[in-house]
């Protein structure tokens, strides 16, 4: 069994303050597999000083000096690229796949900010003013479980690049990944307090970053319930926020759409990471006039999905993080079976000969109305909703009556109408006919989906602060 009880700051590998064992399992087999040592309010505020410490001579380095401090992370990961991966699978459940591809988007957000800096100009002329944008100070990086190193490796490449040192808080689920990605970060030889890592729950070491008045900003991807507490109490000492919240995405399927190639989108949109995804595609929009084939079809296609051992390379869908993310998607099927929806393939339970383990039945519901539960708040997990439409203002309607904005998709034959929808979605981000990413574009999103944006120089504006001099000419 697997004993973590080490957290980094100022440089090193210390024994945390706080001394509560929290229990790691594998979800895959429901059993526990190590514990981790959480750190306290001790630890985060230890970690918060070493931050402060070292931020006055990290902010005055070069672009330069920054851009090879990023390469030098990006190299660092990669090093333990097979061991991260390996961890993902037997902490996360996540598919060997999936798995695979998080290690090297992780190592890449190194790279991508790296590129940003370089085109980045941090002065420049308005009017009679000089604006010079500046690093914020200390910035508390607060991580969830659904893949916490990608998390921690794009917040931190982009604090790095905009000159601030930072405190991170990362999922207590996830503390495999964590020590090797710590160990990763370790290794490319950054100055001493520039990044500090504190195992820790949310409500002791997130509270504490929320709170101290030496944290200028934080960045913050989880629920909504959780985002809405940390913006509560960052404003007590108005701290600038990023948070990237929940979702409930609709994929829009438009009546000219091919369903053979609509169908392999609506799946890779809405069952992304397991379903536990916030930019999952969960509300399928089809025209009424069609929906029997589309039924038909998407029935067909998720009878084939694959779901079982994350080391299977066929495995599409892994298990549910915890116990506690099972139950929490069985009672979503559930209800959605109580409020009146049609289940047309999956259902409650796990599925046949998968007794171990927190494994889902990938699930769809049909006759679902925009007014159910299971249409409006996010389920987390392998579960989608078909909603049908009889007009594409309906559909369009139907989209964005919701509390969320985070991701959206438009499916259709023709491009230029796709685009034209898509311009008409209230999201953060728009994804015509594919599953697709664009790491220098800004991502986040609209309503209760969150605060301000991620990536790119959008991205990086959030850790900085202008300031205009202006002087007589």
């Known amino acids: 069994m697997r004993i973590i009880d080490k957290i980094y700051i100022d440089g090193d590998f210390v024994t945390p303050h706080g001394e509560e064992l929290f229990d790691l399992f594998n979800p895959a087999k429901g059993k526990v597999i190590g514990k981790v040592r959480l750190g306290d309010e001790e630890d985060a505020r230890r970690a918060i000083a070493a931050a402060k ?44 796949s999936r798995a695979a591809w998080a290690t090297q988007y992780a190592a890449d957000c190194f790279l991508n900010a790296a590129k940003t800096l370089g085109q980045y100009e941090f002065t420049r002329r308005i009017g009679s003013a000089e604006v010079i944008m500046e690093p914020l100070g200390v910035v508390g990086l607060i991580t969830p479980w659904n893949n916490d190193y990608g998390f921690i490796c794009n917040k931190l490449a982009t604090a790095i690049a905009a000159g601030c040192t930072a405190v991170i808080k990362p999922s207590e689920m996830s503390a495999l990944q964590t020590e090797i990605l710590t160990e990763c970060l370790h290794d490319a030889g950054l100055p001493a307090g520039v990044f500090n890592i504190v195992n820790g729950r949310g409500d002791v070491v997130g509270s504490k970053l929320s709170s101290h008045p030496d944290i200028a900003k934080i960045s913050f991807t989880g629920s909504t319930a959780v985002g809405k507490a940390i913006l509560r109490t960052g404003a007590e000492t108005m701290k600038r926020v990023t948070l990237e919240l929940g979702g409930k995405s609709p994929t829009l399927v438009l009546e000219d759409a091919d369903f053979a190639e609509a169908i392999p989108h609506v799946i890779a949109a809405g069952f992304a990471n397991s379903g536990q995804a916030c930019i999952a595609g969960t509300r399928v929009l089809v025209p009424e006039s069609r929906a029997t084939e589309f039924d038909a079809m998407l029935k067909a296609a998720v009878e084939n999905i694959k779901v079982g051992d994350p080391r299977d390379p066929a495995t599409a869908i892994g298990p549910m993080v915890s116990q506690k993310q099972y139950e929490r998607v069985q009672r979503y099927i ?97 994804l015509i006919n594919g599953f697709h990413n664009e790491p220098m574009a800004p991502f986040g999103g609209f309503k209760q989906s969150g605060i301000g944006r991620e990536y790119g120089v959008f991205g990086l504006e959030a850790y900085l602060e202008p300031k205009s001099v202006i002087a007589p000419a």
């Open 53 to 96: 410490r070292a931020f006055p001579s990290f902010s005055q380095t070069s672009k330069e000096e920054r851009i090879a401090l990023l390469h030098r992370l990006h190299d660092a990961v990669l090093t333990k690229a097979d061991a991260l991966t390996e961890a993902t699978i037997e902490e996360y459940g996540g598919p060997v």
């Open 334 to 430: 559930h209800l959605g079976t109580r409020e009146g929806a049609t289940v047309l393939v999956g259902g409650e339970g796990r599925p046949d000969g998968l007794e171990n383990g927190y494994f889902v039945k990938p699930t769809v519901f049909t006759g679902v109305t925009n007014d159910m539960t299971i249409a409006r708040e996010e389920i987390f997990g392998p579960v989608l909703c078909v909603l049908t439409y009889g007009s594409e203002d309906e559909a369009i309607a139907i989209a964005n009556d919701t509390v969320y904005g985070l991701q959206a998709y438009v499916i259709s034959s023709n491009p230029t109408r796709a685009r034209a929808v898509a311009s008409r979605v209230a999201a953060g981000r728009v």
